[in-house]
């Protein structure tokens, strides 16, 4: 079931500026399915956080459609079951952390008894049960970070969104973070996630779409990402043994005493490969197909089509 | 709107301005304390200043208490500006749109809690005052009673354009300025209004017949809520009608605005 979906979506803001009107999403179609965890990455300016602020109607698209919970964002009900961490986000000055819970889970018709439950249990999870006390206004960038994830998490959320959830949290608090939202994966929920971190993402997203320029240019699994596709290594005793591959199969990348690189034409040439290296009594130890960071193939990607567009 | 009560009472009362409310308050039965006799027979009708008011505007001590509770109106408008376009804030705004609510009723509900909150506040003092003159004066009389609840209909007016004017531009400053100019703008009408028959100038004193249909007048709006309290002769209820529809109105377009802008 998708949880998420978007249509063609599109938003112009109007600056009133001379120098025109800022296309923030640009024919944007996105499909989440529930459970899953959703990279969404891109450059400054990609659009990401006007997608999500759409999703939950707090800026309205020009056109296209959009469905959150199979109900338009205008429905307030949409929003019931989501949570949600802003980008730089500017909680009431005038609370301490308890009390942003407490107005959060009331802002979602919770009553007090509920809302205690609730709230040590959170508070727990996020490493800010010492400063539950404290004015937001004292907390730290990390700190705020933390107190905003538990927010979020106040009314048992089905789905999850988080715009730059590790925004200035120390390395400690990200991988902290990771392990809550591997937990939150763990009982069925659904997280959309927009993040420069990439190697977070690369850690716990199952899918993964690279946006720019307010359209999506790539979606697929974190495999999908970092596999290059036909590249292998093939670990082997070769030796000063010389060795070509014909082109119907593929190009030699590397070659060295015990290790080469080729980049196939077809998966299948793989056998005739180790065939060609067996006919030879070439022993192989290894075979593996080669992966790039996430990072990398972002750069790819977002290079491929152009640049950032900042 | 529990949640929102509560939020809202909460941020107004930490700003620690309370204690402006409770000094206030303080001063003004010191004062009551400090005077020995209250002359309630003194009528004001030689007074340059009063000549012109009703017989209500009689009993200065009414009058000295309903400004009182005025005073206390413009601190609690000056106080509260901010509240909206704090609301409304880059990154604040997200919180609060991003809950399971219309912002209809966001709106109404944060507008209405600092009413709600206000007016708890003129009713507090406002009684401290009144038993403090009881107490003290053995002044016993339902018409300062009555213009509590009047002086806080007065501050629902003001409160509900600075919340328009804050939520309009989301700046303080600019909520300040629009209610002030909008005061000043009554001074002005009213002023205007004396000199017309002087004129003797058709247009004028249409134009002056339409300003009356049009023209928020709350100065007037006060002194009619006065004469009901003290049971006085009312000419006229045309400017607490208009001041009732003007607050309808931004109360709606309110509404209408904070729905359809992107945060
Ligand atoms: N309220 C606004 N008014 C005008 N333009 C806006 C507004 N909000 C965003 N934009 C513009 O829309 C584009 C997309 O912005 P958005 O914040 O969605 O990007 P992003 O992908 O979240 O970037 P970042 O990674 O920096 O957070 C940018 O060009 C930005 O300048
Ligand atoms: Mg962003």
């Not at chain 2, 006229?236 to 931004?250: D, E, G, N, Q």
Request: with cysteine.
């Amino acid at each position: 079931m998708l949880v998420i979906e978007t249509q063609d979506l599109t938003k112009i803001y109007e600056t009133g500026l001379k120098k025109g009107n800022i296309t923030a999403l640009n024919g944007l179609s996105i499909g989440i399915e529930a459970g899953e965890i959703f990279g969404l990455l891109g450059p400054n300016g990609a659009g990401k956080t006007t997608l999500v602020k759409i999703l939950l109607n707090i800026t309205k698209a020009t056109s296209g459609s959009v469905m959150i919970n199979g109900l338009d964002p205008s429905d307030p009900r949409s929003r019931a079951r989501v949570g949600f961490l802003p980008e730089n986000h500017r909680f009431p000055t005038h609370l301490t952390g308890k009390g942003l819970l407490m107005l959060a889970g009331r802002l979602h018709g919770m009553s007090d008894t509920e809302i205690k439950e609730k709230l040590s249990e959170l508070l727990e999870l996020v490493g800010m049960k010492r400063w539950a006390d404290t004015m937001i206004t004292k907390y730290s960038k990390g700190m705020a970070q933390r107190i905003g994830l538990a927010q979020a998490l106040i009314a048992d959320p089905d789905l999850i969104l988080l715009d730059e959830p590790t925004d200035g949290v120390d390395p400690v608090g990200k991988a902290e973070i990771k392990t809550v939202l591997q937990k939150l994966r763990s009982r069925g929920k659904t997280i959309l996630l927009n993040s420069h971190m990439l190697s977070e993402v690369e850690m716990i997203a199952d899918r993964v779409a690279i946006m720019n320029k307010g359209k999506v240019i790539k979606v697929g699994s974190v495999d999908d990402f970092t596999k290059r596709a036909m590249r292998y290594e093939i670990e082997a005793e070769i030796g000063n043994e010389r060795f070509t591959i014909p082109e119907e199969v593929g190009k030699l990348v590397t070659i060295k005493t015990n290790m080469m690189t080729v980049d196939l034409t077809h998966i299948d040439q793989l056998n005739t490969i180790i065939d060609q290296l067996r006919t030879k009594r070439i022993a192989i130890r290894s075979i593996q197909p080669t992966r790039i960071s996430l990072e990398q193939s972002f750069i790819d990607t977002i290079e491929g089509t152009g640049g950032t567009s900042v | 709107m529990r949640g929102i009560l509560h939020d809202t009472a909460n941020e107004l009362l930490t700003r620690k301005l309370y204690w402006v409310f409770v000094i206030i308050t303080g001063l003004a039965i010191l004062a009551i304390m400090g005077v020995d006799n209250i002359d309630l027979k003194f009528q004001g009708m030689g007074d340059p200043n009063l000549g012109e008011l009703n017989e209500a505007f009689g009993n200065p001590m009414l009058i000295g208490f309903y400004s009182f509770l005025g005073f206390l109106g413009i601190i609690a408008f000056l106080a509260s500006a901010n509240v909206f376009p704090g609301m409304l804030e880059r990154g604040r705004a997200e919180f609060y749109f991003s809950k399971p609510v219309t912002r209809t009723f966001l709106y109404l509900s944060k507008f209405f809690s600092i009413w709600l909150v206000y007016s708890a506040v003129l009713v507090i003092c406002g009684l401290s005052v009144y038993m403090a003159l009881w107490f003290f004066h053995s002044i016993s009389d339902s018409s300062f009673l009555l213009v509590i609840p009047f002086s806080s209909i007065l501050l629902l007016f003001w409160l509900a354009l600075s919340a328009f004017a804050g939520i309009w531009r989301r700046s303080t400053v600019f909520a300040i300025i629009v209610v002030l100019l909008v005061r000043i703008g009554e001074t002005v009408v009213s002023a205007i209004q004396q000199i017309t028959p002087l004129l003797e100038s058709d247009t004028m004193v249409k134009a002056i017949e339409l300003s009356e249909k049009i023209y928020p007048r709350f100065d007037k709006s006060s002194d009619i809520l006065l004469n009901l309290a003290t049971g006085a002769r009312v000419d006229s209820f045309l400017p607490l009608w208009v001041a009732i529809i003007f607050t309808l109105v931004i109360i709606l377009l309110s509404i209408w605005k904070i729905r359809r802008t992107d945060y």
